[in-house]
């Protein structure tokens, strides 16, 4: 975000102090970053593929995946089979993308969490649609919190969420104003219940206001949201595809950010991230094509690192693999665990 007074000095004053909350934790992770903010495949093509002999960069019980990716499965073959393959892939948790499991045939909450701890699987959040203002009875925060929570805490999640980005009110910084007071209001009942609620990012959120082109629409999100009430998922695909393409402003001044430093100056605020990989392609709109976890650009040994070196970062931070199209689900989810697994720190 710009620092000209002119932009907004309320909004810039709550992000400075706000993120002198995460000063203390970050301060030993940011020690391992260069100074400069580079995209991750220019820290080295086959990035995150060392794996030395040293501890696993991988910290014990936090991988998951997010369930989107196996939806094709999930649907046909059901949820039992799915969780018997993640099982034997060596994978701890799992995140929901919904509840029902299609020609496989019904099946109840309470029988979808049993599923899950009898293959050894924690569920550790799941996403539901920020809102749709066309359908009073959707299934989603805006119109349906209360049974959005209530199935929540019948799966024994500790974080609930949307993937939604926060444009309900369009892309100026006073509509995400009001976006991020949605958002607290939710989180604060997600915490009465001991949850967590979170937010998901797209590349979009990385973009800046159409009233005010020196912010940047995600640092509004960070300023004006309460942090002992919304938490970020940070996608990290996403986040370097953001990279990618706002890192100048609409007048085309430069603009650069890194993600992880995002994450290193509070990261107390994600205890998800969405572990996504993709080929650099300065051709292609976001910068990078999305591939399966290990075959791409993207050097996770570094990111997955440096928030292990914050404060309770091995113990607070949990890792789900993603693909939004893969060729073979199933195959996917083991290579991925498989990578991820295979990371280590130099002996």
């Known amino acids: 975000m710009s620092r000209k007074k002119s932009a ?12 002198m909350l995460g000063v203390a934790a970050g301060a030993t ?10 995209p991750a495949a220019a820290q080295g093509k086959g990035n995150g593929h060392g794996h030395g002999h040293g501890q ?19 649907s046909t073959i059901g949820f039992a089979k799915v969780f018997e393959e993640l099982e034997r892939f060596g994978y701890d948790e799992v995140e929901f993308a919904g509840y029902t499991q299609g020609s496989a045939g019904p ?29 009073p009875n959707a299934y989603s925060f805006a119109q349906n919190l209360t049974k959005v929570l209530d199935d929540a805490q019948e799966l024994g999640l500790d974080h609930i969420g949307t993937a939604s980005g926060p444009f309900r009110y369009g892309s100026t910084v006073d509509a995400w104003k009001r976006a991020a007071a949605d958002f ?24 800046f206001a159409t009233d005010q082109p020196n912010v940047r629409l995600y640092d509004v999100l960070l300023a ?23 890192s100048k402003t609409p007048e085309g001044k430069p603009a650069p950010f890194d993600p992880l430093r995002y994450v290193l ?31 791409g650009d993207i050097d996770y040994k570094r990111f997955i690192s440096a928030v292990n070196k914050t404060h309770g970062g ?11 199209q893969p060729v073979d689900s199933i195959l996917f989810a083991q290579k991925s665990s498989a990578h991820l697994h295979s990371l280590r720190e130099r002996g």
């Open 265 to 295: 100056k509070q990261p107390h605020r994600y205890p998800l991230f969405h572990v996504k990989d993709g080929v650099e392609d300065i051709a292609a709109r976001d910068g990078y094509r999305m591939v399966d976890v290990g075959d």
């Open 107 to 135: 099946i109840t909450l309470p029988q979808l969490k049993r599923l899950a701890k009898d293959h050894g699987l924690k569920g550790i959040g799941s996403h539901v649609n920020y809102y749709d203002n066309n359908n």
């Open 314 to 324: 091995r113990r607070d931070h949990h890792w789900q693999v993603e693909h939004d």
């Open 29 to 38: 992770a940011a020690a391992v970053l260069g100074a400069s903010a580079t």
């Open 8 to 19: 907004d000095p309320e909004l810039a004053q709550k992000l400075s102090r706000r993120n």
């Open 184 to 207: 607290n209001a939710y989180g604060a009942a997600a915490k009465r219940r001991g949850m967590k609620f979170y937010q998901h990012n797209h590349a979009e959120e990385f973009s």
């Open 56 to 74: 696993p960069v991988l910290p014990p019980g936090r991988l998951g995946i997010q369930l989107y990716s196996l939806r094709d499965k999930v």
């Open 224 to 246: 004006e949201t309460d942090p002992s009430l919304v938490y970020l998922e940070m996608d990290i695909y996403w986040a370097f595809a953001g990279q990618f393409r706002f």
